[in-house]
């Protein structure tokens, strides 16, 4: 059991932790636009949820994964409708509302996978895309650049919503809105417009977080997603609303988990330990917390809802 | 006030639906057929533990005159509890608590109702009840026999255990598939991996990755969460072997075998005892000698003949007694 | 005025739900699943009138569960009038401790309470998940080799009194009741409960007025989760087993009574008194959603998700309650209880530095 720092075991766990970190890092991301605009969604989970049990059931009534993810996206985005409508019209506090929205997709996942399919049904899921050239690397290509589609599109992402929300007006517009939405309003911004726009890219990116997570695994069940969608959201908080430290932190997450199955694996760590191991990523999550909230970097206007004239 | 009306509405619904399904517990007169009913904790169609059970009163009604209901998905234990309770007051006449997490209120339960028969597994305890019933597994022998075919089957010299909690009849057959591996061939490298959860799929999807990136080729694991490990088998073409039902459905390309648990072996002895007055409290444990334990080939990926022969002699030998899996 | 929403479908219900679950017995097991919700369902109410958001309830249940598992099991022979109440205290006591490091982390780390306590929940599931594995997994079982993850059943001293009257119904209900009034009277008629709804309606005139927000934060915290922490006792000396079990996941222990809580808070208008119909509601409907779903096959995940609904619903109508409500107070001048206005705001600890 010596061999857990062999060259080919350290990149296998690199490329587990990358593929463990997708999810997350879909779902921070929507979850960072959303937040950048001063709106704070705790339904992650939920939509996730949601997200995962279309793409799911999509793929398995076409046999299309493409259909599924689309389907996945369409989901989230509905979420993203209803959650904004509560927010934004009816002016809910954001923290609870989210919790209700979480709830109601684990409620509704579970539901409609019951009375829909019932039994495990496994689907094909996502095969795995190389990468041109990268591909053919040694070592390296073939351990990192072999991964499915919706992985690349997460990492490509980052530096996508990077520009967004930095390099372009409707950037600005998000940040403005986030920070002093009285003084973006009196500037000629609309506040809700800007927000149901966030909302609903977020909420469809947590859609398609949850569908990564489906048809990477190749079937659903009662809650898939497992806390994915609240470990995303502390995620934002741990890369200081930057699209980069998302990124970062995600993969710290990734990397951690994947360690910890490949010890477990191997043997390296067995029995109640394995207890131990399983809170360290909430631990890690706390401190990391404590740590950042020095930091400047929250918007602040998150979770205040906007009222004009006040 | 619309929207608190459709939520009125919606409450109601539930409530009226709720209120019908009262209504159907009516009581039975003596003429009705044996009354069963069952707990389970996950899903009855999860290709699992409890789906085995649900699957058994299928068989035994073939024989029996029996009218069953189930409860399912009662992973809260004291929602199991109250479900046990429920069927005993409702003058069931079996009353089968399908997990081993369940003992502990059955053993408070079962004294409060002496002329029910209560059955719960795995397990190998009665309370010193007489109206208790235990049943459990040999599990560790159609282990023992995965693991003979496995062994066989393996060219990297690696393979993969996904295991959820060490405990009972999982701890048994894991146990049982390694010492059969092992009886083949000392030196193939098994590595097991318990994941700490019966239900987490993406653990146990990431799991048999890890299996797969330390070179298994072929796996194993048991209980509902391992619909996530068959996928990533799948997708790496890696051989599958089942417990607990036949998995076949969770890929015909790479289930080779299964273990079947055929609980009506102890059903059956348990409605037998009843039906002749005998009812005593105790430990029904089945095993392949006595036929509670069966294994299912995948018609659609057949064994090499000699590696056929190998489990089939296995599979005599532990029937005989001539061989022991060596797993206590 | 306090529940508008809260109260006009409770009267509504009053009669369905006694059509619908007629019998005693099935009233008793309503009462029965009730009883976590209203304790969780008050704790959440301390918290939220405090403006925190306490998510935590499942961590806190099971703080408490644990701690007052230990406690008899270190002196299981202590006679039952005295070792009873002990116990509730122990527990209480552990869950004050869960729910106070949320207070504290937020309070003195700036730490956002919502994402604290959901990771005190995943905390609190390993710890519990490493001590019935471990050092506290019954010792028969262990020898029997079947290691069922569950503690040896804790001593009959510790059992929840059945109440006479032929059902379950046990002393635990009337406990959670008894403490629903306690905290009425707590944040109503005490001057630390005008602190902490005080602290919850507007930190900065708190602040002025010489008040400590953060220490009421914290004590909001502490507050909210020894009333979760004694809805894990009632969980484990009030269970079937009278044992603390679990078979690994988050809610075979609790079963999710740490989110239903928050629910039956909210439909309860975030009133201790008005919480105790709502839990009852609640817990009728959980477990009718049981045999709804043996009867017609519908799952019970259908609750879960009417339960997501009324939560955005809840919250959500209370804007407009709200802008009600002060239109009404601003035309007839008269305010008698005017916090019918959201309740649920967040109390900032130090005013945010502008970047």
């Not at chain 1, 690397?137 to 992402?157: C, D, M, R």
């Not at chain 3, 809260?6 to 009669?15: D, E, F, Q, S």
Request: some cysteine; aromatic content about 8%.
């Amino acid at each position: 059991m010596s061999d857990f720092l062999t060259v080919s075991v350290l990149l296998a766990t690199l490329a587990s932790g990358i593929r463990l970190a997708t999810p997350f890092l879909l779902a921070a991301l929507g979850e960072t636009i959303g937040q950048r605009s001063g709106v704070l969604n705790l339904g992650v989970e939920g939509v996730m949820l949601l997200g995962a049990y279309g793409a799911y059931y999509a793929t398995l009534r076409t046999d299309s994964i493409l259909f599924g993810i689309l389907v996945s996206l369409i989901v989230g985005g509905v979420m993203g409708i209803v959650y904004g409508v509560v927010t934004l019209a009816l002016k809910a506090e954001q923290g609870i509302s989210g919790i209700g929205i979480f709830i109601f997709g684990l409620g509704l996942s579970d539901l409609l996978f019951q009375k829909q399919v019932g039994t495990p049904t496994p689907i094909d899921g996502l095969g795995d895309v190389a990468v041109p050239l990268l591909g053919d690397l040694p070592w390296v290509g073939e351990v990192i650049f072999h991964q499915n589609v919706l992985v690349y599109v997460a990492f490509l992402l980052v530096p996508v919503l990077w520009f967004v929300i930095n390099r372009t007006p409707f950037g600005l517009n998000v940040r403005a809105v986030g920070e002093t939405p009285e003084a973006a309003d009196s500037l000629g911004v609309s506040v809700d417009r800007t927000r149901y726009i966030t909302i609903f890219v977020g909420n469809a990116m947590a859609g398609l977080a949850g569908g990564a997570l489906a048809l990477e695994l190749g079937i659903f069940q009662q809650n898939l997603t497992n806390g994915h969608g609240f470990i995303a959201i502390a995620l934002v908080y741990f890369g200081a609303w930057r699209p980069s430290g998302v990124m970062a932190g995600a993969m710290v997450f990734g990397l951690v988990s994947a360690t910890v199955l490949q010890w477990k694996t191997l043997g390296i760590v067995v029995g109640t330990t394995a207890s131990i191991v399983g809170m360290f990523p909430a631990v890690l999550t706390i401190l990391v917390l404590v740590l950042v909230s020095r930091r400047t970097g929250q918007p602040s206007a998150l979770t205040r809802p906007f009222e004009r004239g006040h | 006030m619309g929207r608190r009306g459709w939520l009125v509405g919606l409450l109601a619904f539930a409530l009226a639906m709720a209120a019908c399904a009262e209504e159907e517990d009516a009581g039975r007169s003596a003429d009705d057929p044996i009354r069963i009913a069952m707990v389970g904790p996950s899903a009855s169609n999860d290709l699992a533990f409890t789906q085995s059970m649900v699957d058994s009163l299928d068989r035994l009604g073939e024989d029996y005159n029996i009218e069953v209901d189930v409860t399912d998905g009662t992973f809260v234990i004291e929602d199991a509890a109250v479900a046990i309770r429920g069927y005993a007051e409702d003058g069931f006449d079996i009353v089968l608590a399908h997990g081993s997490q369940f003992g502990g209120s059955l053993s408070e339960i079962a004294p409060d109702f002496p002329d029910t028969v209560f059955a719960w597994g795995t397990s190998r305890d009665t309370f010193g009840l007489t109206n208790v019933y235990s049943y459990s597994v040999q599990s560790d022998e159609g282990g023992f026999i995965n693991g003979t075919i496995a062994a066989h089957m393996t060219e990297s010299g690696t393979i993969g255990v996904v295991g959820p909690i060490e405990v009972g009849d999982i701890k048994l057959y894991i146990d049982g598939f390694v010492a059969g591996v092992k009886s083949v061939d000392p030196s193939i490298t098994v590595n097991v991996n318990y994941i700490d959860s019966f239900s987490d799929v993406a653990l146990a999807a990431e799991a048999a990755q890890a299996h797969v990136e330390a070179g298994a080729d072929v796996m194993t694991g048991v209980s509902q969460m391992v619909v996530g490990a068959t996928g990533v088998a799948r997708e790496h073409g890696v051989l599958w072997f089942g417990s607990q039902t036949d998995q076949v459905p969770l890929g015909e390309e790479i289930v080779v075998a299964s273990q079947i648990y055929r609980w009506d072996f102890q059903l059956s002895q348990i409605v037998e005892d009843l039906l002749n007055d005998e009812v005593s409290g105790r430990v029904i444990t089945a095993d392949f000698s006595n036929g509670g334990l069966t294994m299912a080939y995948n018609p659609g990926l057949p064994l090499a003949d000699d590696v056929q022969a190998a489990a089939d002699a296995v599979e005599a030998g532990l029937k005989d007694g001539s061989l022991s899996t060596g797993v206590e | 005025m306090l529940v508008v929403l809260g109260a006009n479908p409770l009267t509504g219900y009053a009669a369905l739900l006694d059509g619908a679950f007629g019998g005693a017995k099935n009233l008793a097991n309503s009462a029965l699943k009730a009883m976590p919700l209203l304790l969780v369902g008050v704790g959440i109410t301390i918290a939220f009138r405090a403006g925190v958001i306490n998510i935590g309830g499942e961590g806190q249940i099971i703080a408490g569960a644990i701690l007052s598992t230990l406690f008899v099991l270190g002196f299981p022979d202590v006679p039952r009038f005295v070792l009873l109440p002990l116990t509730f205290l122990v527990g209480a006591l552990g869950g004050a401790i869960w729910g106070g490091m949320a207070g504290v982390l937020k309070s003195y780390a700036r730490v956002n309470e919502i994402l604290s306590t959901i990771m005190l929940n995943i905390i609190a599931v390993q710890i519990l998940n490493l001590l019935l594995r471990g050092p506290l997994m019954d010792p028969g079982e262990i020898e029997k080799g079947s290691r069922i993850p569950h503690t040896e059943r804790l001593s009959g001293n510790a059992d929840l009194p059945i109440l006479p009257g032929g059902t379950r119904l046990h002393l635990g209900v009337l406990i959670a009741v008894l403490m629903a009034v306690a905290c009425y009277f707590l944040l109503f008629r005490t001057t630390q409960g005008l602190r902490l709804r005080a602290v919850g309606h507007n930190p900065f005139a708190s602040r002025y007025a010489g008040m400590s927000v953060k220490r009421n934060v914290v004590l909001a915290f502490m507050y909210s989760g020894a009333m979760c922490g004694m809805a894990g006792v009632t969980l484990v000396f009030g269970s079937e087993g009278h044992r603390l079990a679990t078979d690994g996941g988050a809610t075979t222990f609790t079963g999710a009574a740490g989110f239903n809580g928050i629910v039956a808070a909210l439909f309860g208008g975030l009133h201790p008194l008005w919480t105790i119909p709502a839990s009852f509601l609640f817990g009728a409907l959980l477990v009718g959603a049981n045999a709804m779903q043996r009867a017609v096959q519908v799952p019970a995940a259908l609750i879960l998700a009417l339960n997501g609904l009324v939560v955005v619903f809840v919250v959500g109508s209370m804007y407009a309650r709200a802008r009600l409500a002060r239109a009404a107070s601003e035309s007839s001048d008269q305010d008698g209880e005017s916090d019918s206005r959201s309740p649920v705001r967040s109390a900032d600890p130090e005013p945010r530095n502008p970047p």
